[in-house]
C-alpha cells in the first residue's frame, strides 16, 4: 500500500509504516498525514496485523513541518494572520492523536533528526528505539511558535513539567536532546548502532504481534487513561475489559498452555 510520501508493507503479522520522503528529511506532508490517518484507522478492524512500526526512510525519521512551504515576509502578513484565525481546534495534534488512540501497539524507530511535528510523532508511540545520533528537539521554538502537535502534552507526560521547559528553552538556543539522554530521560527505551536499528525494531515488533494483542490493546488505553485519571477511575475501567479478557480465546489458550506446561500460542482474539 503506497501513499505520496508514504508507504505501508506487511511483514507477518507486523505493519511497518514508513514516512517516505527522504529529500526533505521526510518532513511532514499531506500526503504522510493522509496516509498514517488511512492506515491507523484500518487497524481499528484489523485482526491480522498485530503490531505496527513507524519509521522513516532515508537520513532521519522525521524533521517537523516543512519550512519552505511557510508563508514568511511581510508580503505574507496577511496570508499568515488569515490562516492563524481560521486554524481549526486540534488540527495540529490529529496525526499523534491517530497514532495514540490506534488499537495496536506501535513501535517508533528513530534515527537523524526526531524534531518539532517529527518528535510529536515519534513519542505518539508506544515503545522507541533510537540508533546512535539520533537528535530529538521541539524545535518549534527556534521559529517562535510553540511545541504544537500535542507536543506540550506528549513531551511533558514523559519528562515532567520542568525537564519539558529545559529541553524547550535549550532548543530555542540551538540544542538537542542526544540519543543517550534521551534514553536516561525515557524519550526512549533503547539505543542501538544504526545499522542494528531495522533488526532490533523488526524483533521488537515480532515479540509483540506473537503475543495477547487483546491483553495489550485493552492495556494501551488503561495506562494513557491513568495518566489523565486517579486510581479509581483505573480500578472501574479495568473489571469490563478484564471481563471481555477472561471470554477470549487467547485466555483459554494460556490456561491451557500453563497446565500443559508449554508456551502459549496468541492468536490475537
Known sequence: MSYKDFSFEVDGSVGVMTLNRPEKLNALSPGINHGLFSVTKE????????????????????????????????????????GAKNRKPASESSTPLALRNCPKLIVGAL??????????????????IAAEGTKLAP????????????????????????????????????????????????????????????????ELAHSIASGPSLAYKFAKIGIYSALENDLEYSANFEGPMISQCFASKDCEESSKAFLEKRTPVFIGR
Open 43 to 82: 487497524m481499528e478492524e484489523n485482526t491480522e496485523i498485530r503490531a505496527l512500526v513507524l519509521r522513516g526512510e532515508g537520513r532521519a525519521f522525521c524533521a517537523g513541518g516543512d519550512v519552505s512551504g511557510f508563508p514568511v515576509g511581510e508580503e505574507n502578513r496577511e496570508k499568515r494572520e488569515e
Open 139 to 202: 524545535i518549534q521554538v527556534r521559529r517562535g511558535i510553540l511545541p504544537d502537535m500535542g507536543l506540550t502534552h506528549l513531551l511533558s507526560r514523559v519528562v515532567g513539567a520542568q525537564k519539558a521547559f529545559e529541553i524547550i528553552v535549550r532548543t530555542a538556543n540551538g540544542g538537542f536532546v542526544e540519543a543517550e539522554e534521551a534514553l536516561d530521560l525515557g524519550l526512549v527505551s533503547k539505543v542501538v548502532p544504526l545499522n542494528r536499528l531495522n533488526d532490533e525494531t523488526m
Open 111 to 128: 534515527h537523524g533528526f526526531a524534531v518539532g511535528g517529527g518528535l510529536s510523532l515519534a513519542l505518539a508511540t508506544d515503545i522507541r
